[in-house]
């Protein structure tokens, strides 16, 4: 069966976003994609800074997006590898970069507008969509198959304040 379930949080500002996203990222092991959708501003880096949190990585280290960097690795108690492939037009940039090559080295990789190239996720990747609702409201919806995926969807249901 390859179903996918989803469910959608509301978030009203973006200490809520950057919440959410920790109680995501406790949930991630490694070897996890998360692939981000959302249109500029709906608060992908936000929600990325959160999942940072909840993966052990040190406040102190400031998450930015990696827009120009392509990717911005962080250690922590899993290692998170941040990619931003907004600017990348080809699917031979994107190759040559070696962003596909980051779902396959152990730690959790986090793609900003992962929905530009939905072909090169893997098939388990947990999809999280971000849309905006007025200036602070955010709709966040994952959306995962069974078997990992479902399993941290359960996690987060039971982890996060409802």
């Known amino acids: 069966m390859n179903e996918i379930s989803d469910y959608t949080v509301f978030t009203e500002s973006d200490e809520d976003t950057v919440e959410l996203g920790s109680t995501f990222g406790k949930c ?4 996890d994609v998360v692939a981000l959708a959302g249109e500029l501003g709906s608060g ?4 990325t800074k959160g999942i940072a949190r909840g993966l052990g990585i040190s406040r102190n280290i400031i998450v930015t997006s990696p827009s120009f960097a392509l990717v911005n690795e962080y250690p922590g108690r899993i290692t998170l590898y941040h990619i931003d492939v907004y600017r990348l037009e080809t699917l031979p940039q994107l190759f040559n970069a070696g962003v596909d090559e980051y779902f396959h080295v152990g730690g959790v990789a986090v793609v900003e507008w992962a929905d530009r190239w939905p072909h090169i996720l893997p098939e388990d990747a947990l999809k999280v969509k971000l ?3 007025d200036e602070h409201s955010r709709s966040i919806t994952f959306s995962v198959r069974p078997g990992r995926g479902a399993s941290v969807l359960e996690a987060l249901k039971i982890s996060w304040k409802t």
């Open 44 to 47: 992908k880096t936000w929600f």
């Open 131 to 133: 849309v905006i609702l």
């Open 28 to 31: 991630l092991k490694h070897g």
